[in-house]
């Protein structure tokens, strides 16, 4: 198990260097000059001369590969450097807005956790009665809903109609997450309830909980002992998967509701071509899939005793 974990730590730093190097070429190949780009934003005319001036200021006057090692070389030695529309630090700018983007993750895993998990599990138990149609017509409203659909909905009935929450948010609170949050739980919950309605009825189909049944052992006991734990590898790589995409921000949401988190940070760089910022998010990003990936990996082993890891093979 140690060999495997480190192996597969070692194995990131090639991944990580490679995205790194990807996104920065894909940046400086978009067509766009950033100083260029905050003067249109701005509506202020440069000279020439001016912009000559600021490039260099920027280091954007020099060939890619050296704007992408002094990158690294600050990178590595923690320095994330300094936003070209702002002019603060990269770093200190990015762990500012990580206390919302953490409290939105929490909040919209809790509630696809409340909701996917047990509709998941009783539209499997109830299969093709009138629940389970229910249940599967909600789902697919609900996987066909787009996002921003489903945030100004719950704007309108939620805000504007019955005034129970704030119409955008004005502080990192719950009552400003919940609606958002409760916006990506209803996407999440609509797709991963058919994943785990699925699972738990390949479960029933084996030949155990058909001898548990003929042995008198009572189905719930079944259900919640057998069926639902081998059913854990399945749920925590949804979890995972869901904690990776919310960990790095949701833009749509997060710019409707204005939730000053990850996600918003980067359309607005995006928009300003503040390449320190992108790329810090772009680190943000690679780091937590990986991380989630090697974390999921390893669980899989504690959750599923049939599961074994190369280096266990005999």
């Known amino acids: 198990m140690g060999k495997y974990v480190i192996k597969r730590l070692l194995l990131l730093i090639p991944i990580l260097l490679g995205i790194t190097f990807l996104s920065f070429a894909m940046m400086r190949l978009a067509g766009s000059d950033a100083v260029l780009q905050q003067a249109e934003s701005s509506g202020v005319a440069l000279s020439q001369e001016v912009v000559d001036a600021r490039r260099e200021e920027l280091g954007l006057d020099q060939p890619f590969l050296i704007q992408y090692g002094n990158w690294l070389k600050g990178f590595l030695t923690g320095d ?58 909600c789902s697919f409203i609900g996987n066909s809903l787009p996002n921003f659909f489903v945030a100004l909905l719950l704007m309108y009935l939620l805000s504007i109609r019955f005034h129970i929450f704030p119409v955008i948010s004005d502080g990192i609170s719950l009552e400003s997450a919940a609606l958002p949050a409760l916006t990506l739980a209803i996407a999440m919950s609509a797709k991963y309830l058919r994943q785990i ?13 058909t001898g548990a049944r003929a042995r008198g ?34 833009a749509i949401v997060e710019s409707i509701f204005m939730w000053d988190g990850v996600g918003k940070m980067a359309v607005d760089a995006m928009n300003m071509r503040d390449y320190p910022v992108i790329q810090a998010y772009v680190v943000w990003m690679a780091v937590i899939y990986v991380t989630i990936n090697l974390i999921t990996d390893i669980s899989y082993r504690f959750l599923d005793p049939r599961i074994r890891l190369g280096s266990d093979r005999t």
């Not at 309605?197 to 909980?209: F, G, I, K, N, Q």
């Open 217 to 250: 052992v009572k189905f719930s006991v079944t259900l919640w002992r057998s069926v639902l734990k081998s059913c854990l590898s399945t749920i925590l790589t949804l979890l995972a998967l869901s904690v990776g995409s919310l960990l790095g921000g949701t």
């Open 80 to 137: 994330l450097g300094t936003s070209y529309v702002s002019g603060n630090d990269v770093f200190a700018t990015f762990v500012s807005k990580l206390p919302a983007t953490l409290l939105l993750t929490a909040l919209s895993v809790a509630l696809t956790v409340v909701i996917s998990i047990p509709l998941g599990i009783l539209a499997a138990v109830r299969q093709n009665r009138v629940t389970d149609y229910l249940i599967r017509g």
């Open 197 to 209: 309605r699925a699972t738990v009825l390949e479960e029933l189909s084996r030949d155990y909980v």
